[in-house]
């Protein structure tokens, strides 16, 4: 907790308090909460929930992002949800809070996390266990429109205070936009919240008319972790791929070693500057790590021709774009990508190619990239050129705003390099050490 500052601590403590004060709440305002469940089966089905939460956060999916690194989902979510439903709010705080902490401490995290992760669940379910106890109508079948329209409201209840907690705090921690880095992982997270919840409502629904039938259900469980686990799984083999392939580029052509790597880099800054949200940053990001994939495809005699390139050469040279969109156009993880890469030698004048789009028309990742690269290439070590200096490249830019580059994109990526300018030399310094 030292470590973090101070919007971070508030959050965290603002959680843990709101749990408090819940709790005290339902302790102390005691009407008859109704519940479904005979008086026998609260001990058992509440030691079984324990249980059944501390396993499926035993084995969460994990995937990654630029913004907040390792992030995990679980399918604990139809279980805590189905608690709200099935206990009063007391008890359904008790269940979920105790199945979080014992899965945090035997997974080793630290004191403040599952303190919070606790806090936000607990919260979540005893709300949400408050709104079923004041609205739901036990007299009334399930399935009738008023109690399909509680558990409707209950749902995206329950979804939208964890989600805020938790994303509240990591944008904070990350200094992220908080209402972009909601929408972002709301959306990523949301195959999950759609499969989910409403197994959480067949639990619910099972346990009002057949509880045994629950059991039945716990191969949909296991099928939907590893359709998920899968699906994150080819997502970070996509980046895998298209990292490794971005790699050997750089590797086989001497005078671009580390290239893509550093226009990558200045893709991402521009992208933070834009305030684009994550998932463009991800395209962008990734697609300049490939822009000269297509370079792979372009033979060797031309590619590595020590005298100047003929005209009949550089057409060939120009195939790159086509060849790279061609390459990562097989991941399907990767499409809108390859459209980038396909374009980043592209003018905004329309004179570029391969297809002359002029303006707007040209992708955004692709004049992002544009500038990145062509400063990348003013100011590095190449067969036919000396290098120039920053202030220089920088010029370069400038006056070939609106004929070659964005002039919003090229005035950004100016206000950038001025502000890290130490850093950019210390890069650049290191790549003409690589090259020589």
Not at 223 to 251: G, H, P, S
Not at 297 to 303: E, F, H, M, R, T
């Amino acid at each position: 907790m030292k470590g973090y500052k101070f919007a971070t601590r508030i959050i965290i403590y603002s959680v843990i308090f709101v749990f408090t004060i819940l709790l005290v709440s339902f302790i102390f305002y005691r009407p008859p909460w109704t519940t479904l469940l005979n008086t026998t089966q609260i001990l058992p089905l509440s030691i079984l929930f324990v249980f059944l939460i501390v396993l499926a956060d035993k084995f969460p999916i994990i995937y990654y992002t630029r913004e907040k690194g390792a992030a995990e989902v679980t399918v604990s979510f139809a279980l805590t949800f189905s608690v709200a439903f099935l206990f009063p709010p007391v008890l359904a705080m008790a269940i979920t809070s105790i199945g979080s902490t014992l899965a945090d401490i035997f997974s080793k995290k630290e004191l403040h996390k599952f303190f919070f992760n606790a806090s936000m669940i607990g919260s979540a379910t005893g709300i949400t266990s408050f709104i079923f106890r004041q609205f739901y109508n036990a007299r009334l079948p399930m399935t009738d429109a008023h109690n399909l329209l509680i558990l409707i409201i209950a749902s995206i209840f329950y979804m939208l205070f964890e989600t805020t907690s938790l994303f509240s705090l990591l944008a904070s921690l990350t200094g992220a936009n908080f209402i972009k880095f909601w929408y972002y992982n709301t959306k990523r997270e949301a195959l999950a919240l759609v499969s989910l919840f409403p197994l959480g409502i067949i639990m619910i629904y099972f346990f009002t008319t057949n509880p045994w039938m629950n059991f039945f259900l716990l191969p949909t469980f296991v099928a939907i972790y590893f359709a998920l686990r899968r699906e994150t799984e080819i997502q970070e083999e996509t980046k895998e791929t298209l990292d490794f392939l971005a790699t050997v580029v750089d590797n086989k052509i001497p005078d671009t070693f580390n290239h893509s790597k550093r226009v990558a880099h200045y893709a991402e800054e521009i992208c933070y500057r834009l305030q684009l949200n994550e998932d463009d940053i991800n395209i962008i990001i990734e697609a300049a790590r490939m822009h000269d994939i297509g370079k792979i495809a372009i033979p060797d005699n031309i590619l590595f021709k020590k005298e100047a390139l003929l005209e009949e050469d550089f057409e060939v040279i120009k195939e790159h774009t086509i060849k790279g969109e061609q390459i990562v156009n097989n991941l399907s993880q990767f499409n809108i990508g390859s459209k980038i890469i396909r374009h980043h030698h592209e003018k905004y004048d329309g004179t570029g190619y391969p297809d002359h789009l002029k303006g707007n028309d040209i992708p955004l990742g692709s004049r992002i990239i544009a500038v990145a690269d062509a400063f990348d290439a003013m100011t590095t070590f190449h067969l036919y050129t000396t290098p120039k200096s920053v202030e220089e490249a920088l010029y370069e830019i400038d006056i070939n705003k609106g004929s070659q580059f964005d002039p919003h994109i090229a005035e950004v990526f100016s206000c950038i390099v001025k502000d890290n300018y130490e850093e950019i030399e210390s890069t650049l310094k290191s790549a003409l050490q690589e090259n020589n």
